[in-house]
């Protein structure tokens, strides 16, 4: 018989909740929260989720234990008076710019003050003047709109394992910051840009590219072609009107036409490059037993992330660009002789991508292979900018001579794509049950760390897919112990790959699930399923790729 407790006079089973404020969402009763995520441990610093008992006593229901047999109420005369007090205290010593404000619109904050009715604070201003850390190209930080709610630190440390910020000082004096407050460029940062992604307010933002964009696509010396990451399709639809994790490819592609892009194509391309190259060198590697486990390296976070916190290590990450980078080169090949300047750009889920496309390593006589990566929700901000009516839009298919994908490229953009694309190519058995049963080998789920085995060439390959880079840290630090659990290893930052990329709109873990499986659809629907199929692909090793494919797609860290 299952337990019970009463939320508002209802009777909830509990049905293994960690905490109250579970079951009262389970109940259908939505409590204001700013510092309680699910991934995240429990902090309990806004007091927003306080709830009464039947004795008068108030208590955070985030991080109180449910019990057979409490009664507790949720929306009382004293608990609202509390939180528009909390509410109006947060908002006496919060920037008040919110016409102007990066989050305008999807801020909590002024979600929560909307919903509490405030329209005046009794509390003298007590903001304190801070200056914007622009320093890092991928996210922008503003200390004058922080709530102190951690869920930026936690999601640094306790996820990323990362620990860029942390709390500093005391009291009024508290605040966020790198150590020794130093620009976030100057820290331990890589990129990732899931500080962004939990932060209720704009105190941490996505950095924003689009005005320069518009510049670029009014200068009629430019002629700009776009490519289009396998993410995006399904992180775009929801915000945009359509259901979770729905394919929009063909409403993006007519949409990016719509902005004044000349030539629109898929990165999958670029990822079937990545799949060719990089089951070559796995392939080379294993024959000779050397720098193995072999690194994946499409994920620019987790390359800067092995270069300051495990740099040692570097010479087992992949010599082979990513996808965005190979497309990139290939693109500004296969388009000269141009009487106009060539303006690449990557629509991307990433904020990392951003630093990725300004790495020397990526740049050939000092010009950028990929001029700019736009996130998925700054071609939002454009599409709406422009006045497009995004549902009504007809899809459109990608430009020649890259029109061809395949699903081994789309399946990219969701953690253990990469490792399910490589085996696709390198197994022997290229038969339908055989590409079914790669499927159910444990290279698919959005679980952090993820473990196979597959046989390539009479030998046992052992296989480890990470997602989220403090996942990986156990597996790094056993490598450097001197074990050899594995010969690849496939990381994301992202927990559950780029469709949970800190680019994309704002999305729960059943969102980002179903961002997954919309890849997964797309695979399904595709007629060609592995890399090596790819005819427009395949014919650019006798094109531009001829005698080039070092140059084009590999790339040496740190050069």
């Not at 004795?55 to 991080?63: D, E, K, N």
């Not at 001829?546 to 740190?558: A, F």
Request: proline share 4%.
């Amino acid at each position: 018989m299952s337990a019970f407790m009463m939320v508002d006079n209802i009777p909830v089973p509990i049905e293994g909740e960690e905490n109250i404020l579970a079951v009262i969402r389970k109940a259908g009763i939505q409590l204001p929260t700013f510092c309680y995520y699910s991934e995240l441990s429990v902090y309990g610093a806004c007091r927003m989720c306080m709830v009464e008992d039947k004795r008068g006593s108030i208590q955070a229901a985030c991080s109180t234990p449910p019990r057979e047999g409490m009664e507790i109420y949720t929306n009382t005369p004293r608990l609202r008076k509390y939180r528009k007090n909390v509410l109006e205290l947060l908002l006496a010593s919060h920037c008040r710019d919110c016409t102007t404000c990066e989050k305008s619109g999807k801020c909590k904050l002024q979600e929560l003050a909307h919903q509490f009715g405030i329209r005046d604070i009794r509390f003298g201003d007590g903001q304190v003047e801070h200056e914007r850390d622009e320093s890092s190209v991928c996210i922008s930080r503003d200390n004058a709109k922080c709530i102190l709610c951690g869920d930026c630190v936690r999601m640094c440390e306790e996820i990323q394992g990362v620990g860029a910020i942390d709390f500093s000082d005391r009291g009024a004096r508290m605040k966020v910051m790198p150590a020794f407050d130093e620009p976030i460029a100057n820290s331990a940062c890589v990129g990732c840009g899931q500080c962004a992604a939990v932060c209720p307010t704009g105190a941490i933002v996505v950095k924003n590219d689009t005005q320069k964009m518009w510049e670029e696509l009014s200068d009629p010396h430019t002629k700009c072609v776009v490519q289009i990451a396998p993410a995006v399709r399904v992180g775009i639809s929801h915000e945009m009107g359509l259901g979770e994790g729905e394919n929009a490819m063909g409403k993006v592609t007519a949409a990016l036409r719509r902005l004044g892009f000349d030539e629109v194509y898929d990165t999958t391309t670029g990822a079937d490059l990545t799949v060719l190259e990089e089951a070559n060198e796995l392939s080379e590697r294993l024959a000779k037993g050397e720098n193995l486990p072999l690194f994946t390296s499409c994920c620019p976070a987790w390359v800067q992330f092995v270069e300051k916190h495990y740099p040692e290590l570097m010479p087992h990450v992949s010599t082979c660009r990513s996808p965005m980078e190979m497309f990139g080169a290939v693109l500004k090949e296969q388009l000269k002789p141009s009487t106009r300047r060539i303006v690449s750009v990557a629509i991307m889920p990433c904020t990392a991508k951003k630093f990725e496309v300004q790495r020397d390593e990526f740049k050939r006589n000092s010009v950028p292979d990929v001029d700019y990566a736009i996130t998925t929700q700054e071609l939002i901000a454009m599409i709406r900018q422009a006045g497009i009516v995004f549902d009504d839009l007809e899809p459109e298919s990608v430009d020649m001579p890259f029109g061809v994908s395949t699903g081994a490229g789309v399946i990219f953009g969701v953690t253990g794509g990469v490792t399910e694309a490589v085996i696709r190519r390198l197994s022997d058995d290229k038969s339908t049950t055989a590409l079914r049963a790669i499927a159910f080998n444990g290279v698919r789920g959005m679980e952090g760390v993820k473990h196979t085995e597959v046989e390539i060439g009479g030998k046992k390959v052992r296989i480890a897919i990470v997602s989220g880079l403090n996942n990986a840290r156990p597996l790094l630090d056993r490598i450097l112990e001197g074990h050899k659990d594995y010969d690849f290893i496939e990381v994301m930052a992202c927990p559950g790959g780029c469709v949970s990329g800190a680019g994309q709109p704002f999305g729960t873990k059943a969102d980002k699930a179903r961002r997954g499986e919309g890849l997964y659809k797309a695979d399904r629907m595709s007629p060609i399923k592995r890399s090596e199929e790819n005819y427009a692909v395949t014919s650019l090793y006798d094109g531009v790729l001829k005698g080039r494919v070092h140059e084009l797609l590999h790339v040496e860290y740190g050069k």
